[in-house]
C-alpha cells in the first residue's frame, strides 16, 4: 500500500513538473510573440507618421516648383502603397518606392536655393529626419525581439511545444538591395 502511494505520488508529482514546464514554455513564447507585435505596430505607427509628413513637404515644395509633377506623384503613388501594405514584405516594397520618391523630391529641393531657406520647409524637413530616426529605432526594436523570439522557438524543449502550438518564426526586416546604393544626385 505504502510502495503504491508513493509511486503515484511521483508519478503526480512528474506529471505536475511536465505541466508546469510545458505552460511556462507555451505562456514565455505567448509574451515574446506579443513582443514582435508591439514592435511591428511601433513600426506601423513610425510609417504613418511619415506617410503623414510628406504631403505638408510636397505641398511646400509645390509653392515653389509647380513643374515637378512627376516627383509629386511618385511620392502620392508611394505613400498610397505604404498605406495599403499589410505584411513585413510589402512594406519593405513600399518603403523602397517612398524612399526612391523622396530621394527624388530632395533633388529637386536642391534646384530651388529660397526653398531651402523657407522656414515651413526647413521645419518639415526636421520633422522627417526625427521619424526617420524613429523608425530606423523601432526597426531595431522589432529586430531584437523578433531575434530573441526566434531564438526562443528553437531551444530545446520549447521547439516541442512551439511546433506543437504553432509558433512559428518570424521574418527580420532588413535593408532592401536598392538601400546599398547611395543615391546620385545631379545639379546640371
Known sequence: MKKGLIVIIAVVAVIAILGGSIVSSYNGLVDKQANVENADAQIQVQLQRRADLIPNLVNTVKAYATHEEDVYTALADARAKLNSASN??????ATDSFDSALSRLLVVVENYPELKADKNFIALQDELAGT????STARKDYNDVATDYNASIKKFPTVIFAGMFGFEKVDLFEASSESQTAPTVNFD
Request: aromatic share 10%.
Open 88 to 93: 513585413p514584405e510589402e512594406y519593405q516594397e
Open 132 to 135: 526617420e530616426n524613429r523608425l
